[in-house]
């Protein structure tokens, strides 16, 4: 009866944050009640996986260097789809309330508590799960993964970055191991409470991918992608050793990179965006995305600014006017603005909405090599990767005289090739937290354009927690805000 009324209350609980897979329709209470590891597995695909259009931290770009504000043509024609976005991307005190006023839920923390939710119900009930022994553990390490990967995007967002002097007493996000929904207040963590612990759900479930090693599975977590992700969390902590260690097990197992000479030179190829199912760097691929604020079909949007668009070179595959596999123009007679293009068009993604690939692997360990000072090893990297993204017919290797120089170049790269794949703020945040500067339209006859100005080491770089969170509790310790004005 306890298992009965356990998952009658964890389907109320996804209903109620707008989710209802097919899996877990209750035509007979049996039915809402996994037995086996394929019932499991099912439960957990469909409710814990970033999948079918569950848009979570769609603004991300928006506080980033990486885009800026078009308007071109009066309000009356079509929706501006900046005034939803407008709070963070002009750093706001309340990122979440839009232009006009109005709150724009940050569904984010819902979304990964949830997905953290269902994995601490299968792992409760994994000594009771039926099936092969293997796909049990399996099972175990892909629900280590999602635990680990959404505390890692939820402390980023919400907590400090990763500093070791002081992450003992910045304050994280709450780790909650519920297995059941329950009235229950969440007590903040440390951010070093929070890495210690994805990084003990990390560890484990590379352990338990190698002790089950299974047939690839792009769309679920796997031992490639767990160590890939490994390096990013080890390089976010500064831990540089043990970044070029899990980026170097990438290498040797998965070295491949998806060459830009060939694909445009294949008509069938370069028809296909550049996240796609022949693309050897994928090593897992999660969510459909819908991200309106990148369409120059409304009458106000966020294409790439002009500091990202000059950091590519003449010759650089990734950027063109018609063919960049990366960023490319798109727009009608209205207006034509460059935008991403990696894995759908317009505002859409497709089925690859994001990945976790193998490039990042080789900026990883680039970035882990500049930083401990192995320059010829990080330029090694870096023009293995430029190779596969620069006209063979004009290229040439970059080259570093020092560390400083080798540093510089690696997080130029960085932005380039993870463009709009929601890692530019997280990497602004835990290098140096720059000063940003945007523009935006807001008074359109005559136009009036306002400056905003994000500061270097600003507050804003941490987001508030959610507007609907602190309501229903308000004595969570929330984070320092900036009183932000335009100029």
């Not at 990390?202 to 090693?213: G, L, R, S, V």
């Not at 491949?256 to 897992?284: H, Q, R, V, W």
């Not at 970035?367 to 017919?393: C, F, H, P, T, W």
Request: proline share 3%; aromatic share 14%.
């Amino acid at each position: 009866m306890k298992n009965n009324i356990k998952y009658i209350l964890i389907l109320s609980l996804i209903i109620l944050l707008g989710s209802c897979d097919k899996f877990l329709e209750e035509t007979s209470q049996d039915e809402i009640i996994p037995k086996t590891v394929n019932d499991y597995s099912e439960f957990l695909f469909g409710e814990a996986y970033l999948r079918d259009y569950k848009v979570v931290h769609e603004y991300l770009e928006l506080m980033t260097d990486d885009v800026q504000s078009h308007y071109s043509r009066p309000r009356v024609i079509a929706n501006d789809t900046r005034e939803s976005g407008f709070g963070y991307y002009t750093w706001q005190e309340h990122p979440e309330t839009s232009l006009s006023g109005v709150i724009k839920s940050d569904k984010t923390w819902q979304t990964y508590y949830r997905c953290i939710l269902i994995s601490n119900m299968v792992l409760n009930d994994s000594d009771k799960i039926r099936g092969d022994k293997s796909d049990i553990i399996r099972l175990k390490a892909e629900a280590h993964m999602i635990r680990a990967y959404s505390y890692f995007m939820l402390v980023n967002l919400y907590g400090k970055p990763y500093n070791a002097n002081t992450a003992d007493e910045d304050l994280g996000v709450p780790i909650n191991e519920m297995t059941y929904m329950a009235d229950v207040k969440l007590v903040r963590e440390s951010v070093l409470a929070n890495y210690n612990y994805i990084i003990k759900e990390m560890e484990t479930a590379i352990n338990y991918f190698k002790d089950a090693p299974g047939e690839k599975n792009i769309f679920r977590w796997n031992l490639s992608a767990a160590q890939l992700f490994a390096s990013r969390v080890y390089l976010y902590m500064k831990d540089y050793q043990k970044a070029e260690f899990y980026a170097t097990k990438i290498m040797e197992t998965n070295p491949s990179l998806y060459d830009l000479n060939i694909k445009a030179a294949d008509a069938t190829a370069a028809a296909k965006n550049f996240l796609n199912s022949s693309n050897p760097e994928i090593l897992f691929s999660y969510g459909d995305y819908y991200i309106v604020y990148y369409s120059s079909a409304p009458n106000g949007c966020f294409p790439a600014s002009e500091s990202l668009k000059s950091a590519f070179a003449a010759n650089d595959l990734r950027y063109n006017r018609t063919t960049g596999a990366f960023v490319r123009e798109q727009g009608n007679f209205f207006g034509k603005q460059y935008t991403t293009f990696k894995s759908g068009s317009k505002t859409t993604t497709q089925v690859y909405g994001f990945a976790v690939r193998t490039a990042e692997a080789y900026l990883n360990r680039a970035e882990a090599y500049a930083m401990q000072g192995k320059v010829e090893l990080a330029m090694e990297d870096i023009n293995r990767l430029r190779r596969a993204r620069i006209k063979s017919s004009s290229y040439s290797d970059v080259t570093a005289n020092n560390k400083e120089e080798a540093i510089e170049l690696v997080k130029k790269e960085r932005r380039l090739e993870l463009c709009y794949e929601q890692h530019r703020w997280f990497d602004l945040r835990r290098w140096d937290q720059p000063q940003i500067v945007h523009e935006f339209v807001e008074e359109y006859s005559p136009y009036t354009t306002s400056t905003y100005t994000l500061n270097k080491n600003d507050n804003a770089y941490t987001l508030p927690i959610p507007v609907s969170v602190i309501d229903y509790q308000p004595d969570m310790p929330n984070n320092a805000r900036p009183n932000r004005e335009k100029n």
